[in-house]
């Protein structure tokens, strides 16, 4: 698909509406995972003749789609998950910006949607969150930015839409798990996956994540946070959470997460964590790992400590696994501590409280 690398200005029309500062305070106070969102949002306009145009920063609105919009038949629809921190100092700072932006483009390739130049994409984030900058919250919390794309044209064939929307809105968040930092309990899945072998499983689609409910809703039923997926060729090697990857510590200090097959979203959490894990001496290796070593690695104490990772949820230990033969714990249920190093190590990067010695961290102010 055509790609426009002009750089576009936001026409910025501030809301005539913001909800009250007292009102947005006592929201702060009790801050779960995507219910409260901010007074804007970005959006782009695309079509085939014109590319990529029509960039506003406005007051955040219902859109007023066609019922023929081909999102609504075909779910041409693609998605990002980052978050804009208040650091100590006032700043405000984005984590690998960039490396959302690339995946965003890798997810609209498998899509057959267009890409959005990688300039644009940070400047409608950066512009939100410049306009929305009151709606970051300070301490543990954070602005969760979802800025996602989709098919507007009116058509019921079956071929690419040649319309689409780019939008950017904004959640200010607290913990994603309602037990805040406690350690999930996790249900596998043994019948339902998530992804095939060339299907979108690497892409960030809503699809995927419609394909994941049932099995969530499994989950939740027997009283677990999050779903594991295992490989939908042998139903035998674990991929991923349904919104996180996933990792093992062993006790000889070696840690093994699930390669990037192509059936997997490759976290920009994982990425971050396999280089924090390597250079705190682990020795990671991506490779398959199958659920029965897993069971039998952590009834036998090889396994130490597990969790998963990602964006919203940040580092959670996993304490106990449920499977429809019964479930095991892994350690002593807890924390172990090199989830508690890594996951001080990354949030402390992300906060300005720890060395950021990757260029990792970006100012929104210079985007
Ligand atoms: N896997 C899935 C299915 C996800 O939805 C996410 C969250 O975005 C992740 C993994 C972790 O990705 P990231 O660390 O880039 O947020
Ligand atoms: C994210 O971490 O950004 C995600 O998209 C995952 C989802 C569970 C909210």
Redesign the pocket.
């Known amino acids: 698909m055509t790609t426009d690398t002009a750089m576009l200005d936001f026409t910025i029309v501030p809301s005539t509406t913001p909800m009250a500062e007292s009102d947005r305070l006592r929201a702060f106070d009790n801050l779960g995972?995507?219910t409260l969102f901010t007074d804007h949002m970005a959006v782009v306009q695309w079509d085939a003749d014109k590319g990529w145009h029509h960039a506003e920063i406005k007051a955040r609105a219902p859109f007023q789609i066609d019922p023929a919009a081909s999102v609504l038949h075909y779910a041409q629809e693609i998605?990002?998950?980052?978050k804009a921190y208040k650091a100590q100092d006032g700043r405000i700072t984005l984590f690998r910006p960039e490396e959302n932006a690339r995946r965003f483009n890798k997810s609209a390739i498998r899509m057959a949607m267009p890409e959005v130049p990688e300039e644009l994409f940070l400047k409608a984030v950066a512009e939100l969150v410049k306009i929305d900058s009151k709606w970051v919250p300070e301490g543990e919390g954070s602005l969760?930015l979802r800025p996602f794309m989709f098919a507007t044209e009116a058509f019921l064939g079956v071929r690419p839409s040649r319309q689409y929307i780019f939008c950017v809105i904004a959640s200010p968040v607290g913990p994603?798990f309602k037990g805040g930092s406690k350690p999930v309990t996790l249900w596998v899945s043994e019948h339902y996956t998530r992804a095939a072998p060339g299907g979108t499983g690497a892409a960030?689609c809503g699809g995927n994540?419609a394909a994941s409910l049932l099995a969530q809703s499994e989950a939740t039923s027997r009283g677990c946070d999050q779903v594991v997926f295992l490989d939908a060729a042998e139903h035998k090697w674990v991929e991923e959470l349904?919104?996180?990857n996933v990792f093992f510590v062993m006790d000889d200090g070696t840690v093994v997460t699930p390669p990037l097959s192509g059936t997997i979203l490759p976290g920009i959490t994982r990425g971050s964590i396999i280089q924090l894990a390597t250079e705190n001496g682990l020795k990671v290796i991506e490779r398959p790992y199958s659920f029965e070593e897993w069971a039998n690695d952590a009834r036998s104490g090889k396994l130490r400590e597990a969790f998963a990772c990602?964006?919203?949820?940040v580092v959670a230990a996993i304490g106990t696994v449920r499977h429809s033969g019964g479930e095991f714990v892994i350690g002593n249920a807890g924390t172990g501590m090199e989830t508690e190093k890594l996951r001080n190590q990354l949030t402390g990067i992300q906060r300005g409280t720890v060395a950021d010695g990757h260029g990792w961290v970006k100012d929104v102010a210079s985007l």
Request: proline residues 0%; neutral net charge; glycine residues 30%.
């Open positions: 995972f995507g998605f990002e998950g980052m969760y994603y960030k994540y349904g919104g996180m990602g964006t919203a949820a």
